[in-house]
């Protein structure tokens, strides 16, 4: 059996994080539980963890990282960038900026089920159906 390691990190500050990471991770949930589904089938085991960061580690934070590389690593043409995010600022108490990616022109703050699963299938070197 193989495994498709997918690990999810965000900031947390006493016990919330900030809205687009909670987004993310509604929707990431979501796919996991499907592709656990899905991909049983074809003798792969999905392995899902969740790591919270402190406020010194917010440039992380919305990463999801898929077999130990970054979900941008995995789709051509995407790449990490930043703005500035009102619901960390008023987690952290400060002006922050928090991570995006930039993909086929859009630039997503909360990361979208479409981008992980064609991360997940580019990972494993699977087409998708």
Not at 77 to 102: K, Y
Request: net charge negative; aromatic share 6%.
């Amino acid at each position: 059996m193989r495994n498709l390691k997918i690990e999810w990190k965000h900031l947390e500050t006493a016990g919330k994080t900030c809205l687009r990471c909670s987004e993310t991770g509604k929707t990431l949930y979501e796919v996991v539980e499907e592709l656990e589904k899905e991909l049983a089938s074809q003798n792969i085991e999905v392995v899902f963890s969740e790591r919270k960061l402190p406020a010194e580690e917010i440039s992380q934070s919305n990463m999801i990282l898929i077999n130990n590389r970054p979900l941008e690593d995995w789709l051509p043409e995407a790449r990490p960038s930043e703005n500035i995010c009102s619901s960390c600022c008023e987690l952290i108490g400060d002006e922050v900026c928090c991570r995006t990616i930039e993909y086929e022109g859009e630039v997503y703050e909360a990361i979208p089920e479409e981008l992980i699963r064609q991360a997940v299938y580019a990972a494993l070197g699977l087409k998708r159906e």
